[in-house]
């Protein structure tokens, strides 16, 4: 089993940022692609971002392109999401997740393990 722990969350101002970590415990996610996810309230649980095992591959959601950035620290078991210029529409809680295969996807239903979630709350 992988553990993972989400924390960084926070309430933060429109235009704002946030530097969310998500820590890897238990079985080596050596190989793993990691991705993050959030979901508002109401709404069902949508890709944000993904990073592939050697962190050489990204992927993003066209509506964090340009704002967020995923990167991960394999020595630290460690992956990050850096949120810039933060709106009110990314008020979520948001979800890392771990896939044991090296390549990115933005379907949850591929990933393997999933961390409890942290909250982001941005406002005006």
């Known amino acids: 089993q992988v553990q993972l722990v989400e924390s960084g969350g926070g309430l933060v101002q429109a235009g704002g940022s946030l530097r969310l970590s998500c820590a890897a415990s238990?079985?080596?996610?050596?190989?793993?692609?990691m991705g993050w996810f959030r979901q508002a309230p109401g709404n069902e649980r949508e890709f944000v971002a993904g990073?592939?095992?050697?962190?050489?591959?990204?992927h993003y959601a066209d509506s964090v392109k340009g704002r967020f950035t995923i990167s991960r620290d394999n020595a630290k078991i460690t992956v990050y999401l850096n949120m810039n210029s933060l709106r009110l529409e990314d008020t979520a809680v948001y979800y890392c997740?771990?896939?044991?295969?090296?390549?990115?996807?933005?379907?949850?239903?591929?990933?393997?393990?999933w961390g409890q979630g942290t909250q982001v709350t941005v406002s005006s």
């Open positions: 997740a771990a896939r044991n295969l090296a390549a990115v996807t933005t379907t949850p239903t591929l990933y393997n393990y």
């Open positions: 238990g079985r080596t996610i050596s190989g793993y692609a």
């Open positions: 990073i592939s095992w050697s962190g050489g591959i990204t």
